[in-house]
């Protein structure tokens, strides 16, 4: 079967840190993708793991570890635009992705 | 515009009536995807098409009929709507592997009311 938990809401402080966990059970594993999900709109493309560590685009990391079924988003020096919905998304083998609940992003000032 | 386009963009319609979410894209992407986002659910894939005349039930086809004559359009059709059907629809087109990692890019979507 398969099962994605992430947590629902998370809340943040501008300037600050934070990891965003996902952790995934999936038939036949292939790659783990990130997207961003601002209210009302579409989801963008964010990182995309396929081996095990860490990838590094500007502000924003991704983890994988495929052994423990786990990822982690972090995000560095927050903004208040970095507010919205974060989904994590495991790729099986057959290409589809499956997409968690999304994990709902508050920055105070 | 290149991209990937949804209309309408909003529709209100009653239960019981037949209504047709467009979807065009101008990358000429193989794969194309239907899917809809409820509050508390992940998107959940309708429909999906590896081509021009090839379509494939996703997790909750029950419903809905897709058609695909040119590889830029994706229609999605509720034969006859009902409350439950209430959502947001988004189309996605997928980059290749070895061009872009298979990336999904989405349209703006569709926000559908069945009164």
């Known amino acids: 079967g398969q099962n994605i938990d992430q947590p629902t809401e998370m809340t943040a402080t501008e300037g600050a840190i934070v990891q965003i966990n996902c952790t995934y059970q999936?038939?036949?594993?292939?790659?783990l993708f990130w997207y961003q999900q601002h209210a009302g709109e579409a989801p963008t493309f964010l990182s995309y793991?396929?081996l095990d560590g860490l990838e590094e685009k500007g502000r924003f990391s991704s983890f994988l570890s495929r052994s423990k079924g786990y990822s982690y988003l972090l995000l560095k020096e927050l903004q208040m635009k970095d507010s919205a919905s974060y989904l994590c998304?495991?790729?099986?083998?057959?290409?589809?992705?499956?997409w968690g609940a999304g994990t709902k992003l508050i920055i105070k000032p | 515009d290149a991209g990937i386009t949804q209309s309408p963009r909003y529709k209100i319609t009653e239960t019981g009536r037949q209504v047709t979410l467009m979807c065009h894209q101008t990358?000429?992407?193989?794969?194309m995807f239907w899917y809809r986002q409820d509050l508390g659910h992940g998107l959940r894939l309708i429909y999906y098409?590896?081509?021009?005349?090839?379509?494939d039930k996703g997790e909750v086809p029950d419903g809905y009929v897709v058609s695909r004559s040119k590889t830029e359009n994706f229609p999605l059709t509720l034969e006859s709507a009902t409350r439950s059907q209430t959502s947001v629809y988004f189309c996605?087109?997928?980059?290749?592997?070895?061009?872009?990692?298979?990336?999904?890019?989405f349209g703006a979507g569709t926000r559908l009311s069945v009164l």
């Open positions: 996605a087109s997928r980059a290749p592997q070895e061009i872009a990692k298979n990336i999904q890019y």
């Open positions: 990358w000429s992407h193989s794969y």
């Open positions: 098409s590896a081509a021009a005349d090839i379509t």
């Open positions: 999936t038939s036949g594993f292939n790659g």
């Open positions: 793991n396929v």
């Open positions: 998304a495991p790729r099986r083998s057959n290409y589809q992705l499956i």
